[in-house]
């Protein structure tokens, strides 16, 4: 692993870890845990990223890094799917739309409108995150496949020093 990948996958673990101090308080907005698990799987594709070298500046980080991983054997194989790569490659297919859903709550993704971090619009605020019910954590917290990607990120975080 290059340094650079250690520095963001040290920030991403951070992230993650107070995502997980805020989701486990059920007295919590969810606006909160959904900001910090945007920010730690951004940091996450992040860290996957400075593989090839210096990344460019961008939100869109989480996305690439899971559809880079439909053909990581090793990463597969850490997350309990070896052997069942047509599961594994389905699993990638149906998690991609929801993990773009997390990603484009980056207030510079999420084009002056739902994002956990600021009011939005920006010129007029109208809603605040707090406020704000987002689909996004039902999607997550209620479906089969946003559990999923919750367990495949989980996994990622386990598992980071051996396939990055």
């Known amino acids: 692993m290059k340094d650079e990948q250690r520095l963001f996958l040290v920030q991403a673990r951070s992230a993650y870890a107070?995502?997980?101090?805020?989701?486990?308080?059920?007295?919590?907005?969810h606006c909160h845990a959904l900001?910090?698990?945007q920010m730690a799987t951004e940091l996450l594709g992040k860290a996957?990223?400075?593989?090839s070298g210096p990344i460019r500046?961008?939100?869109k980080a989480?996305?690439?890094?899971?559809?880079?991983?439909?053909?990581?054997?090793?990463?597969?194989?850490?997350?309990?799917?070896?052997?069942?790569?047509?599961?594994w490659t389905h699993t990638?297919?149906?998690i991609a739309p929801?993990?773009?859903?997390?990603?484009?709550?980056?207030?510079?993704?999420?084009?002056?409108?739902?994002?956990?971090?600021?009011p939005w619009p920006r010129d007029a605020p109208t809603a605040a995150p707090a406020e704000y019910s987002f689909p996004i954590w039902e999607e997550l917290t209620e479906t089969v496949y946003?559990?999923?990607?919750?367990?495949?990120?989980?996994?990622?975080?386990a598992a980071a020093d051996e396939y990055m």
Do not use: M, T
């Open 18 to 29: 107070v995502y997980r101090v805020l989701n486990a308080d059920k007295s919590l907005h």
């Open 35 to 37: 900001h910090y698990l």
């Open 48 to 51: 996957n990223a400075w593989r």
């Open 57 to 59: 500046k961008s939100h």
């Open 62 to 87: 989480l996305v690439s890094f899971l559809r880079g991983l439909s053909s990581n054997a090793k990463a597969q194989r850490q997350l309990g799917y070896e052997g069942r790569s047509e599961n």
């Open 92 to 94: 990638i297919r149906k």
């Open 98 to 118: 929801i993990a773009e859903s997390l990603q484009q709550l980056a207030p510079a993704l999420a084009n002056d409108g739902p994002n956990p971090e600021y």
């Open 146 to 157: 946003g559990r999923k990607l919750i367990a495949i990120i989980s996994g990622l975080f």
